[in-house]
């Protein structure tokens, strides 16, 4: 028999993954706070529910992916969330990045369902989830990642276990760490060299030609107007994009371990001034 998939959460990445799932034969319930997703992927061929609780009902894996830790608990705990109706045996898997803390709650609560987590984080960007080339940071039992492995290849090139629940997050957040710190870091090189005079894609060439280069800077052309985006000056009461949240949330996971983050400390504090971009924009 099909297992049947449930995704919650219809952004830039979740609906790409059903569209995927779909693609692949497989039988899809999908719910959104918005009625524009459902209604495309139900015209596509899923079924479109009403709340996350009848995903949840018709559901043998639910992914859930939406923005953080308060949308994750009433995804879970809410008056219509998940817990009211997962079946024994289901699986729950989180793509959000919310940190380690948050997961390992909502698997203790799950557990008592007779029901399994995996932490799953996504890497990849949204030309990825389209591609079905995403990368997910896998933290849960090896025995459960089995069960939901034929359901994640339809969207995921690279699965990689990372350890116990909570294991995922820790490496996504150490990955947005890295991969945040490079972004910045390459809009500073590129200032400096195109300031001094050298052509701008002269210099995106000799940079990837050496140590220098990096994935970032490969799909620079494609995501690097995104990155600078999400680094912009943004009133402070607004939710902080992506890249500016994962690093908070980085650091503290790194303060909670005890574990100085010189560089990242003070690449957060540049993001959130808004001073990371400004001085390229003859490159884009």
């Not at 830039?12 to 995927?20: F, L, V, Y």
């Not at 990837?208 to 799909?219: D, P």
Request: glycine fraction near 10%; charged fraction near 20%; charge should be negative.
């Amino acid at each position: 028999m099909t297992t049947s998939v449930g995704v919650i959460g219809l952004g830039i990445i979740g609906k790409p993954i059903a569209e995927r799932l779909l693609k692949a034969g497989r039988q899809v319930c999908v719910y959104d706070v918005r009625s524009e997703p459902v209604s495309e992927l139900q015209r596509a061929g899923a079924n479109a529910c009403a709340s996350c609780a009848e995903v949840a009902a018709a559901s043998d894996i639910v992914i859930s992916l939406v923005l953080d830790r308060a949308q994750t608990n009433d995804v879970v705990f809410g008056a219509n969330g998940i817990l009211r109706s997962i079946k024994p045996g289901s699986i729950l898997a989180i793509g959000s990045t919310l940190g380690p803390e948050p997961v390992i709650g909502v698997a203790k609560a799950l557990a008592e369902k007779r029901c399994d987590t995996l932490d799953m984080p996504i890497t990849g960007g949204y030309i990825a989830a389209y591609e079905g080339t995403l990368s997910l940071m896998i933290g849960g039992a090896q025995s459960v990642l089995e069960r939901a492995l034929p359901a994640f290849r339809t969207f995921a090139e690279t699965i990689i276990r990372a350890g116990d629940i909570g294991a995922g997050q820790a490496a996504k957040l150490a990955h947005q760490l890295t991969m945040t710190i490079s972004v910045m870091g390459l809009l500073e090189g590129l200032a400096l060299g195109t300031a001094a005079g050298v052509d701008p894609a002269i210099l995106k060439q000799i940079l990837k030609s050496g140590m220098a280069n990096s994935k970032v800077l490969e799909v620079w052309d494609e995501l690097g107007p995104r990155w600078k985006k999400m680094l912009e000056p943004a009133p402070a009461d607004i939710i902080p994009p992506n890249l500016r949240k994962d690093m908070h949330s980085a650091l503290e996971l790194a303060h909670d371990l005890g574990i100085p983050l010189y560089i990242g400390t003070q690449a957060s504090l540049i993001a959130d001034a808004g001073i990371a971009t400004g001085h390229d924009n003859a490159l884009l």
